[in-house]
């Protein structure tokens, strides 16, 4: 099949009935979906070559970038990208347009897998941005939120299904399904989940599946026993709450519901705690930050030897001393992870990434947009896990597609007077 011009829906009933039509928001609910899932595939299906585990997670979004580009070209709709007006945006796409400039002097090995990391992030920051080039933002991104969800009870079935347990019985795989990676993507999913879960309005059938989602990936979230995660969860589903215009009522229904279900898990848990503060770290985390502190230690002094330029994207985990029996791909600090791989000029772009972003979600919030509690919760998440923890391959703990889509909304502070159109842009194919 060719992709022919994009027309609108209303266009497109007067055509030949043998037409077929594919939606933009269709085309977001599905990368979003495959998004969701990809951090299983290597667990699933690459374990002997986690290197091409790597290159196949790259396929499908390759395949939307150049499909979408493919429909741009022959309809020659060109116009402004209207995306990159904010400074959020521009700042983002520094961070990782500079992330791939060091790869001329990374240490990483081999060089092929840090390129492989790296090429992943450009391409699905590539297909957002051309999602809500040729879309409505306010279709294609609710629209992918869908796709990140039902993508997340896939992934948590996966988890739940077919993970093993670790040796301190943990939910995962510590090499290729690691807990604290289950948790991560369980809390940050599950806060999109609400938030469709609370837009649902009248739908009252959506809003309960949504809700059994919601227990499923919070099931899963307790289950990892990722502790971060877990945390900053609480926090950051706080701040939505209470940041949300919805009744007191609905509020009070969240926090039974969250409650309820770290209630189901509260007795495993505990015990978990106590063998790891107690056992496993000797009776010393808080004074060690959990062992983290001669992590950063190790960090630092090798952020001195190379300041300003860093030692290269994905260097750490390949030139870090090992001083723990777990391998060490990053240093448990968002700050220290990005000026040990990017330098002090990663480092600047990486904060003023964050400080623009929260000046478009204060903006947001201002303008009463009913994702702007979400886009607050999302930071308030990232930068709170940030204190002790980091991100591979992301340079931030802010998921950087996301956070691109989240700019794109975030940036319809006129939404309130706007008036969607009866259909958003679809794609037309001749058989």
């Known amino acids: 099949m060719r992709p022919e011009s994009i027309i609108t829906?209303?266009?497109?009933?007067?055509?030949?009935?043998?037409?077929?039509?594919?939606?933009?928001?269709?085309?977001?609910?599905?990368?979003?979906?495959?998004?969701?899932?990809?951090?299983?595939?290597?667990f699933l299906f690459f374990q002997s070559s986690p290197a091409?585990?790597?290159?196949?997670?790259?396929?499908?979004?390759?395949?939307?970038?150049?499909?979408?580009?493919?429909?741009?070209?022959?309809?020659?709709?060109?116009?402004?990208?209207?995306?990159?007006?904010?400074?959020?945006?521009?700042?983002?796409l520094a961070l990782i347009i500079w992330a791939g400039i060091t790869l001329l002097w990374t240490s990483a090995s081999p060089l092929f897998s840090a390129f492989g990391y790296w090429a992943s992030l450009a391409i699905n920051i590539f297909v957002v941005l051309l999602l809500l080039y040729i879309g409505d933002v306010?279709?294609?991104?609710?629209?992918?939120?869908?796709?990140?969800?039902?993508?997340?009870?896939?992934?948590?079935?996966?988890?739940?299904?077919l993970s093993p347990m670790t040796s301190d019985g943990r939910l995962g795989n510590e090499e290729f399904f690691h807990p604290n990676n289950i948790g991560n993507n369980m809390a940050i999913i599950s806060l999109c989940a609400i938030h469709l879960a609370l837009q649902s309005k009248e739908r009252i059938a959506e809003?309960?599946?949504?809700?059994?989602?919601?227990?499923?990936?919070?099931?899963?979230?307790?289950?990892?026993?990722?502790?971060?995660?877990?945390?900053?969860?609480?926090?950051?589903?706080?701040?939505?709450?209470?940041?949300?215009?919805?009744?007191?009522?609905?509020?009070?229904?969240i926090l039974l519901l969250t409650s309820g279900v770290v209630a189901i898990s509260a007795g495993r848990l505990?015990?978990?705690l106590d063998r790891y503060l107690n056992e496993q770290q000797g009776g010393q985390a808080l004074t060690t930050a959990t062992g983290r502190t001669e992590i950063w230690e190790m960090?630092?002094?090798?952020i001195r030897e190379n300041p300003i330029w860093g030692y290269g994207f994905q260097s750490y985990r390949d030139i870090a001393d090992q001083i723990i029996d777990l391998r060490l791909v990053h240093p448990h600090n968002e700050l220290l992870n990005i000026w040990v791989n990017l330098g002090f000029i990663g480092l600047l772009l990486g904060v003023l990434t964050y400080i623009s972003y929260f000046w478009l979600v204060?903006?947001?919030?201002?303008?009463?947009?009913?994702?702007?509690?979400?886009?607050?919760?999302?930071?308030?998440?990232?930068?709170?896990?940030?204190?002790?923890?980091?991100?591979?391959p992301d340079p931030i703990v802010y998921r950087t597609a996301l956070m691109m889509l989240m700019i794109g909304w975030l940036s319809q502070v006129n939404q309130l007077t706007f008036k969607p159109r009866k259909s958003n842009a679809i794609f037309k194919l001749r058989r």
Not at 139 to 160: N, Q
């Open 207 to 253: 809003r309960q599946r949504y809700v059994l989602i919601i227990i499923v990936l919070l099931f899963t979230l307790l289950k990892s026993l990722s502790k971060t995660s877990i945390a900053c969860f609480l926090l950051s589903g706080l701040v939505y709450v209470g940041c949300s215009k919805i009744s007191f009522r609905k509020k009070i229904n």
């Open 52 to 92: 091409l585990g790597t290159l196949v997670g790259c396929l499908p979004a390759t395949g939307f970038a150049l499909f979408l580009l493919s429909s741009i070209f022959v309809s020659k709709r060109l116009k402004r990208l209207e995306i990159l007006q904010p400074m959020a945006s521009k700042m983002l």
């Open 362 to 392: 204060k903006k947001a919030l201002k303008a009463h947009l009913p994702q702007a509690p979400l886009g607050l919760a999302l930071f308030v998440y990232s930068v709170v896990r940030g204190l002790t923890e980091a991100s591979i």
């Open 9 to 42: 829906a209303d266009a497109a009933k007067k055509l030949p009935a043998q037409s077929f039509y594919i939606k933009v928001e269709s085309l977001a609910f599905w990368f979003w979906f495959i998004n969701a899932i990809e951090p299983s595939l290597t």
């Open 270 to 272: 505990s015990s978990y």
């Open 299 to 302: 960090t630092w002094d090798m």
């Open 138 to 161: 306010e279709r294609v991104a609710p629209s992918s939120l869908r796709g990140y969800v039902w993508g997340g009870l896939v992934f948590a079935l996966i988890a739940l299904l």
